[in-house]
């Protein structure tokens, strides 16, 4: 059975700073990997994905990486902003069928 | 384009009732799939459907049903309501049924059991 841990559970830095969530995952067949951003009583907004051939995924500011032989993948934010202020959550794509496996989440607080 | 839509935003219910939720996907998405996030379980994923098939589902009870029309908008319905149903109820939709595709989810029903 798949599991999904994210560490750190809660982290707080000063705008400006560069940071770095990870997420690890038990099996390694995995189809792909996700991670989301959800603000308070939100749903889930999409920030990267990474196929299972791939090794790293750029959006903006964000850097996703994934070692799909260790188990691991590594959100890099530059530069952090207040905006940024969130849960963010890794999820592992675990069969063919879209079902997701999700982390228990990073909740971020970045202050001005 | 628009989003992923979910009606109704808020539900309150009593024990035993049942309800239905709503998901309209992304015009083109044919994979629907539900997720109920609780404090306590996390994210956790239900069932997903694509072309109107259930081609996955999570570990739940039977009381959890879904189903998806042939314009791909989905319901699911839990009947006899209980106490721990209490939760934010997630559709998530994407272009196809496998798993290559990013998903994109919807802004979720806050159900309230009382």
């Known amino acids: 059975k798949q599991e999904v841990t994210q560490i750190p559970a809660a982290l707080s830095v000063p705008e400006g700073e560069n940071l770095v969530l990870n997420c690890s995952f038990t099996d390694s067949a995995i189809y792909n990997l996700q991670w989301f951003r959800q603000d308070p009583g939100k749903g889930l907004t999409s920030l990267l994905l990474i196929q299972s051939s791939q090794r790293e995924q750029t959006s903006g500011r964000l850097n996703a990486s994934l070692d799909k032989s260790s188990g691991r993948s590594t959100l890099y934010i530059a530069a952090s902003q207040p905006g940024d202020s969130a849960t963010y959550l890794c999820a592992v794509g675990d069969t063919g069928f879209q079902k997701l496996v999700f982390g228990t989440g990073t909740r971020l607080l970045v202050s001005p | 384009k628009a989003g992923v839509t979910q009606t109704p935003r808020y539900l309150i219910k009593t024990r035993g009732q049942q309800v239905t939720l709503s998901c309209s996907p992304i015009?083109?998405?044919?994979?629907v799939s539900w997720y109920q996030q609780t404090p306590g379980q996390g994210l956790q994923f239900l069932f997903e459907y694509f072309s109107e098939t259930q081609r996955n589902k999570g570990n739940f009870p039977g009381r959890f049903s879904g189903r998806q029309f042939s314009n791909s908008r989905s319901e699911m319905n839990v009947s006899t309501l209980e106490l721990g149903d209490s939760a934010l109820y997630l559709c998530?939709?994407?272009?196809?049924?496998?798993?290559?595709?990013?998903?994109?989810f919807g802004p979720g029903t806050r159900l309230t059991v009382t």
């Open positions: 998530a939709s994407s272009l196809d049924g496998q798993g290559a595709y990013e998903q994109y």
């Open positions: 015009s083109g998405h044919r994979s």
